[in-house]
Structures are given as C-alpha cells and as structure tokens.
Nanobody, 119 residues
Framework: QVQLVESGGGSVQPGGSLTLSCVVS????????IGWFRQTPGARREGVAC????????YYSDSVKGRFTMTRDKVKNTVYLQMNNLKPEDTSVYYC????????????WGQGTQVTVSS
C-alpha cells in the first residue's frame, strides 16, 4: 500500500542544520508532486517545499527560500529537505505528502517528524 515515512527530525540550535528524509512507496506510478509541509498546534498548515516530478522543478515558500533545499533520489524513492540556518520559528512537525500538483493541499501523508529549534 502507499506509504510515506519521514525521518531525520530532532533538536538543533538556531543557525544549525537538519536534513529530513521521506521514503515514498506503494505507488503504481510516480506521484506528480511531492511536498513538505509543516504544522504547529493552533496554526495553519504551511507548505514549505515541493518538487514537481514531471519536470524536476522545485518550489519554496517565502519563509524558507534560500535556507531550505528539496531534492529527490528517484532510485531510492526518497525525497530530502535540507534545512540550513534554522530559526526558532521553523519549529514544527514536518510532513511529506503527495498530490497531483504542487498547488494541491496534499493527498497522501506521512506520519510527520518533529523539528525543534531552540537555544
């Protein structure tokens, strides 16, 4: 069955880095879009990065542009989110999700991984 499994979360000091991974499996065909979202309690879910697998383009929210980089290893069925210069406001649960386009709200979801940025 379809599975998305995130890993790589943890605690880091401001200015530090983390890399999240998401293994995507069980799809008959490659999902057209794979994105990273984050959500903190009481806040709206935010899409932070997305890769369009049809052309390889990546998209980022303004809040992470220039600090986060999303990549994909097609052989390993894994997407990554390299997060640099982390800020306390990046603290959240990060989820990967698939959809038909990078504008979609997310269709299939992983279980999430916690990222905490604190001194």
């Amino acid at each position: 069955q379809v599975q998305l499994v995130e890993s790589g979360g943890g605690s880091v000091q401001p200015g530090g880095s983390l890399t999240l991974s998401c293994v995507v499996s069980g799809f008959t065909f490659d999902p057209a879009a794979i994105g990273w979202f984050r959500q903190t309690p009481g806040a709206r879910r935010e899409g932070v990065a997305c890769i369009d697998t049809t052309d390889g383009r990546t998209y980022y929210s303004d809040s992470v542009k220039g600090r986060f980089t999303m990549t994909r290893d097609k052989v390993k069925n894994t997407v990554y989110l390299q997060m640099n210069n982390l800020k306390p406001e990046d603290t959240s649960v990060y989820y990967c999700a698939t959809d038909l386009t990078c504008k979609g709200p997310g269709d299939r979801w992983g279980q999430g991984t916690q990222v905490t940025v604190s001194s």
